[in-house]
């Protein structure tokens, strides 16, 4: 009886601790939490909202990139507002931001020295309890209990998985331990209570180099960060195992690295079709925002056999022709960010292979980047009467470099069995 | 004396032609005169021409409407004729020529004849027409990807031909109303040798275009080809239709062929947005034995690209806001 009393205690105590915990997270760090609001000058209403927390006792805030990308892109359209618990509102400046970790610090008056969240030193363990706080549509603080679960594995930018109901308008927000210290911001949700950090390390990381050196410049500041991400992403799939695996009678390159994950599809099933077909469709399951329908960082590579099952080889290469027609780039940008394409066609024998191709490459720039371009390529096999390799690929922000040296070993990897 | 007098049309178009021996020629609606017009603004007694013995004379027989020179400026009451003077009675014209008058020198009737009655011939029609429709109909078998039978390309390859066949009628029938030959299966001959002319034209644009790389400069020459060929087709149509003079007929084949090639590329050109997304390229196709240069390597194809790179490069600093 007496055991089981305590066992009942104890566990009502353990319920008791969470809420407790959270209770007391909320009142000790409230002050030092606010939504982020981006005004739009023009009608003088808020146009995105998000939330942030102060990091210096001085009125360094950290957010979200995403949250300011509108003031980043097009200053003099916005300012950036804070509102605190107490309900007060003041300008924000943007200081520094990491477009690659979704992270952005901006600057607020204080009067005397308030307090501020610290950042973790070590990592959580897997399973341990941690405090999701944000501002989530508009409605107020909240604090959101969930389980640390790790990194994501198929990432190429660390991400923690966090199984928490991390909802919108709470990015920006941190993520804090039961010691109240930051371990990782919130970003980004996949709903049903799965949502996604981005790890302290990072925060730290842009801290510590805002310290040594302010920026002047947000533009030059982002496109040195997209062309380090863009030579760190081709130059581990360059030097990865590019394994060689069958597609009908075609052989295609798959590339041996977790971030990149592949699927595949056939039409064996349907007897009256005129064409056997098989896909394979390899991708990079992240990007970088940069701003409203502006997106950078993808790939996306497409590999298509062909069969003919009795035609003639005119009709073949008639009917096979719309599988391709309509190939479009995998981001999104919009006309004041990307000039149009620019291709160029070939017939191409790749040395040691078996394989001809009609090879087709196009470009566009970036207007604000001038390093980076948007890539695409199609390949199609031209030397078989009843048979038909297509290789496709599209990669968004990269170097004239990164992009020709992955165009180069892509065409080479391609071939008849 | 003898004295030509000709009705002609508002264009000067030869409707009627009398000649007469005697001096006095009377002209109105009544059937009494020597020229009788249908014109009811023309009264019954309308005019006489008249030889006084030195020269021939209009004389007007007060009719409510006169009669006038020089397309209705002029009066012709008491005017001295002269040979190819056109007189305006009513709502209808007269033309008054001598004897004397000279005529063009004759034309010689080129070998180019023979060959244009060639086209009319049976033989020749049918087989040009049977050659385009099952071309066409061929075209829609290998554009479509299932399964099809001989009736469902039939009917799409029959309507097409009927509506080609248009073009030549609407030409005869001009050729006709303009008081010429309509010579109806001999435009139709023309026309449809010419459709399968174009076919031809097709295949060389498109062996082209698959086996040249875009670092070719001279891959757009084969445009000129199906605007060539549609410059012959009016100019035949023309000369077979109507009697032009070669300047004439150069102008109209011309104006018509610029009509075509301009609007179709301004209907192109109009319908393009502002800013495209998608890549515009070259990817014309052929089966493998229509192959016939050289493959490139990798390597060159990488380099040429760096061309394109450039290129963006500076678009993306023009248009810069």
Known sequence: MKGLVSLLLIFFSCISTAT??????????????????????????????????????????????????????????????????QGNR???????????????????????????????????????????????????????????????????????????????????????????????????????????????????????????????????????????????????????????????????????????????????????????????????????????????????MDFQYMQAKKLSDTKFYQLFQRRFSRVMPGN??????????????????????????????????????????????LGISIDKTDQALISHFTVAGVTQQSAQSFTKKFMESVSWK | MEIIIEEISRGHKLIGRHKFAQSSVNIGRG???????????????????????????????????????????????????????????????????????????SITLSPFENLINLTKHPVTLITNIAIFALLTGWIFYLNNPKEVNFTQLFVPAIGLTLMFTIWPALVSLVSHLTKNDARVFTQIGICFIFYNLTWVTDFIENLVRFNTSSQFPLTNIVILLPIALAFCLFWLNCYVGFHMSNKRRLLTAVGLTLLIVGGTNVIKYSKKPDFTVKPQFDSTLMTPNFMVTQSNSVDDFINDSSKLFTDVRKAAKEKKK
Request: hydrophobic share 35%; with cysteine.
């Open chain 1, 20 to 85: 407790e915990q959270a209770e007391v997270i909320f009142k000790q760090l409230a002050p030092s939490l606010y939504q982020i609001r981006l005004i739009d000058k023009a009608s003088g209403e808020k146009s995105s909202i998000g939330s942030g927390f102060q990091i210096t006792a001085d009125g360094l805030i950290a957010t979200n990139y995403h949250v300011i990308s509108g003031y980043a892109r097009h200053p003099e359209k916005y300012k950036i507002e804070y509102l605190d618990d």
């Open chain 1, 90 to 300: 003041a300008a924000l400046t943007l200081k520094s931001v990491d477009v690659i970790n979704d992270l952005a610090l901006v600057q607020r008056e204080v009067s005397e020295p308030m307090a501020y969240f610290s950042i973790a030193d070590k990592v959580p363990s897997k399973g341990e309890e941690l405090f999701s706080l944000g501002n989530p549509h508009d409605l107020g603080m909240i604090v959101v209990p969930g389980t640390y679960n790790g990194l994501k594995k198929e990432s190429f930018n660390d991400r923690i998985h966090f199984t928490g109901s991390v909802n919108s308008g709470m990015s920006g927000g941190p993520v804090v331990n039961k010691y109240s210290k930051v371990v990782g911001i919130n970003v980004a949700t996949s709903g049903n209570q799965i949502g996604f950090l981005v790890p302290h390390q990072k925060l730290a990381a842009l801290f510590n180099s805002y310290q040594q050196s302010q920026t002047t410049n947000i533009d030059q500041q982002m496109a040195q960060q997209l062309e380090q991400n863009q030579a760190k992403l081709i130059n581990t799939i360059l030097n990865s195992d590019w394994q060689l695996k069958k597609l009908g009678n075609g052989v295609i390159p798959t590339v041996d690295v977790p971030f990149i994950r592949c699927w595949g599809e056939s039409n064996a099933d349907k007897a009256e079709a005129l064409l056997m077909v098989a896909v394979a469709n390899c991708s990079l399951d992240e990007n970088t925002y940069i701003a409203g329908n502006f997106f950078t960082g993808s790939m996306e």
């Open chain 1, 332 to 377: 999104k940008a919009g006309k004041d960010d990307v000039t149009e394409f620019e291709c160029q066609h070939d017939i191409v024998m790749p040395e040691q292979q078996n394989i001809q191709t009609k090879s087709i490459f196009c470009t566009r720039a970036y207007k604000s980047f001038s390093n980076l371009y948007d890539i695409l390529y």
């Open chain 2, 31 to 105: 059937y009494h005169s020597d020229i009788i017009l249908a014109d009811p603004h023309v009264c019954a007694e309308h005019l006489t021409i008249k030889h006084d013995g030195e020269s021939w004379r209009v004389i007007d027989q007060d009719s409510i409407n006169g009669c006038f020179l020089d397309d209705g400026k002029k009066t012709a009451n008491g005017h001295i004729i002269r040979s190819g003077d056109v007189i305006t009675i009513g709502k209808s014209q007269i033309r008054v020529i001598f004897p004397h008058h000279p005529v063009d020198t």
